[in-house]
């Protein structure tokens, strides 16, 4: 089948590493063009993609079937809807949108116009996400009744003057980690019974919002979702079971490598090395290494692709997508989720 003709908006670290080196290695698209609004990066890494400064040159352009938007998260709203009207698919980089308003418009918009809106919820492919749903599907740890996910780093000093670091609206921790780890947790279990929440600025100097915990209630079990700059060495997913517990340091190799420019190329792609592995430690005191499934991220592109050629659904549903902005907008608000 015939490929997409696909266009990327926006070459910071969002289109330079987690977008553009799926759309040229994947033959199933055609990278055409790269929206770079200042600097020749995008010339440099990829000569044969055409380079331009003005969106509506993508946007108009007819042989555009797919626009990427990797984009400030308060820009992506107007974009989108600008790409769908003009008949264009569009990839949109969490947050979807930084409003519940804006995210209720384009979901309306899309359904006007007949084009599909795809969210970038890559983590749902991260190994260690998967390797989760593995735990769950099995059983191994007996019924589940503590799970904790966290996105922890350590940078004590602030970076005011970066965009994803100031008070802006949709910027700052919640709006930046929180997509990843609510999305995981909701296709897992859906919408909690009950919620609490504690979202602040934390470090001294610190602008935007840079701490989270948020405790979802389940009817059998408790879900906790964790981010902070002050902290390290802590386990990215801690699972409490009545026959184990599960412990998981480390996150996903996929951005590193595609930080430092590997391509998401060959059948090894996204395979954690063995001792990365998490760990199950059983109730008689046994600890046993635990295999990581292979992530990739190629799989979103691929469903991409399934579903604008073969009408294929798209397994990041765009209700549940506007669902989970209304979450991010109530509590940045300061609203009861």
Request: proline share 5%; net charge negative; no cysteine.
């Amino acid at each position: 089948m015939k490929s997409v003709s696909t266009a990327l908006v926006g070459f910071g670290k969002a289109g330079e590493w987690l977008h553009a080196p799926f759309i040229d290695t994947l033959p199933e698209f055609q990278f055409t063009h790269i929206l770079e609004r200042s600097g020749d990066k995008a010339t440099a890494l990829y000569p044969d993609v055409q380079q331009v400064r003005d969106l509506n040159l993508i946007i108009t352009n007819p042989s555009v079937e797919l626009i990427v938007i990797a984009t400030p998260n308060n820009t992506h709203a107007t974009i989108a809807e600008q790409a769908l009207r003009h008949g264009k698919h569009i990839v949109v980089d969490k947050p979807f949108t930084v409003t519940a308003t804006e995210a209720r418009h384009i979901q309306s918009v899309s359904r006007e116009t007949g084009k599909q809106v795809f969210i970038y919820q890559n983590r749902r492919w991260d190994g260690d996400f998967l390797t989760v749903k593995r735990i769950l599907n099995t059983g191994i740890l007996g019924d589940v009744f503590y799970i904790e996910s966290r996105f922890d780093r350590y940078r004590p000093e602030p970076r005011t003057t970066y965009w994803k670091e100031s008070d802006a609206q949709g910027n700052g921790l919640w709006y930046d980690l929180g997509p990843h780890l609510m999305d995981q947790a909701f296709s897992l279990f859906g919408k909690p019974v009950k919620t609490t929440a504690d979202i602040k600025v934390q470090r001294a100097g610190a602008i935007g919002i840079d701490y989270f915990d948020v405790l979802f209630q389940y009817p059998s079990l408790e879900y906790r979702i964790h981010a902070s700059m002050m902290e390290r060495d802590t386990p990215r997913w801690l699972i409490k079971g009545i026959k184990g517990t599960y412990r998981k340091y480390g996150t996903d190799p996929q951005e590193a490598l595609l930080s430092t420019g590997v391509k998401p190329e060959g059948a090894d792609w996204g395979k954690e090395k063995e001792e990365a592995y998490g760990t199950i430690e059983f109730t008689d005191g046994t600890v046993v290494s635990y295999p990581t499934e292979q992530g990739d991220y190629r799989n979103f592109y691929l469903s991409v692709y399934d579903s604008i050629r073969l009408n294929k659904p798209f397994p990041v549903i765009l209700e549940s997508g506007v669902e989970l902005v209304e979450w991010l907008d109530r509590k940045a608000k300061d609203l009861p989720l």
